[in-house]
């Protein structure tokens, strides 16, 4: 469901932390396309990738 924040909203980020059950931040990982959406996810404490294309997402996944 939304949320009603943007991804780059530090509120954004609590409420989902919190929705998951606040696991260590280093355990989630947050893919995304915009790089200012994976600055507000690392500063906050996730774990960030960027999504550039299906295949580079597959491999990187397998390595984490």
Do not use: C
């Not at 989902?16 to 893919?31: F, T």
């Not at 295949?55 to 397998?62: K, L, T, V």
Request: hydrophobic residues 30%; negative net charge.
């Amino acid at each position: 469901g939304e949320i009603g924040r943007r991804k780059t909203e530090r509120e954004f980020l609590e409420i989902v932390h919190e929705r998951l059950g606040k696991p260590e931040k280093q355990s989630i990982v947050v893919w995304d396309d915009d790089k200012n959406d994976l600055e507000a996810v690392k500063d906050f404490g996730f774990r960030g990738e960027l999504y550039t294309d299906f295949d580079s997402y597959a491999r990187r996944m397998e390595s984490l």
